[in-house]
């Protein structure tokens, strides 16, 4: 029966090291699970998307001010682009992994800049960034979820499924940054909704100072139920390219587990959350 697959070990566990694919499981294990239902020609490509995807992420987290953050976005546009003309690759561990992907045509280089784009609202003041939920979903569907869209296109979904990738990217990038709450904290950082925390008694500021506030489990269940961030449910996908919307596994459960503690409690990754994926990848539905 299917419910009886077996399961012994997680396989990011086979990843060699100093590989783009040992790479990408240090960084983004998540994805990286994911990844491994990808076709192995398309594997490589997949996992310089997944690794510029952190670059960028990291882009803020890495600057000491915000223009410092523009600097280090406009170096990946910059890269992009000049491998999208033909030119040499910067001699970095994921630009030129993410050069060749581009030369063979396997990524397009304007979900790769939109990418970038979507990630400079990072870069404004933390107070600002994000002040209105309408802000916080196209933030997602600029990060989280054209990077399913991207994925989606390397690994040869058609058109007409495209879309509804992008609403699985957006879905797993909502709970992704409410699991995150109290790590960006740490940072200073914050990157929930100024008009939704202020419905619940919050700021910004407040967060940063308390992210383990009662009030954040309110938070959590409002922004989790609005249709832009809730993932759609399970349907059939093709075995080619099931990876880039195999997030949406993930993205469910956490956003039972986020509804139900708040951002406050960080889940872990479980053996039973990376056999949901893998259940999910032999029954070709996520």
Request: contains cysteine.
């Amino acid at each position: 029966m299917a419910d009886r697959v077996p399961f012994t070990a997680p396989p990011e566990a086979a990843a060699p090291a100093g590989s783009l694919a040992e790479f990408v499981r240090r960084h983004d294990p998540d994805r990286f699970l994911c990844s491994l239902f990808a076709p192995p020609a398309r594997r490589e490509a997949l996992f310089a998307l997944i690794a510029y995807n952190h670059e960028l992420a990291r882009a803020r987290e890495a600057a000491r001010t915000p223009m410092v953050t523009l600097m280090r976005l406009q170096w990946w546009r910059d890269a992009v682009e000049e491998a999208a003309v033909g030119k040499p690759s910067r001699r970095h561990e994921v630009a030129a992994p993410l050069a060749r992907a581009v030369g063979d045509a396997l990524l397009d280089p304007a979900d790769l800049l939109a990418m970038a784009d979507a990630r400079e609202t990072e870069a404004e003041d933390d107070d600002d960034a994000l002040p209105t939920v309408s802000a916080f979903h196209a933030y997602l569907r600029g990060t989280a979820g054209r990077l399913a869209v991207a994925a989606g296109r390397l690994l040869g979904a058609p058109p007409e499924a495209l879309p509804g990738l992008q609403r699985r990217g957006t879905a797993y990038g909502a709970a992704g940054v409410l699991r995150a709450v109290p790590a960006l904290a740490r940072q200073g950082r914050c990157l929930l909704p100024a008009d939704t925390l202020a419905a619940h008694g919050l700021t910004a500021a407040k967060v940063v100072r308390t992210p383990a506030a009662p009030a954040l489990r309110n938070v959590a269940a409002d922004l989790l139920a609005s249709e832009e961030t809730r993932a759609p449910p399970p349907e059939h996908v093709p075995a080619p390219w099931i990876a880039a919307a195999l997030p949406a596994v993930l993205a469910r459960r956490d956003a039972e587990r986020l509804q139900a503690n708040g951002p406050a409690e960080q889940p872990v990754r479980t053996t039973r959350d990376k056999l949901a994926v893998t259940l999910a990848a032999l029954r070709g539905r996520s």
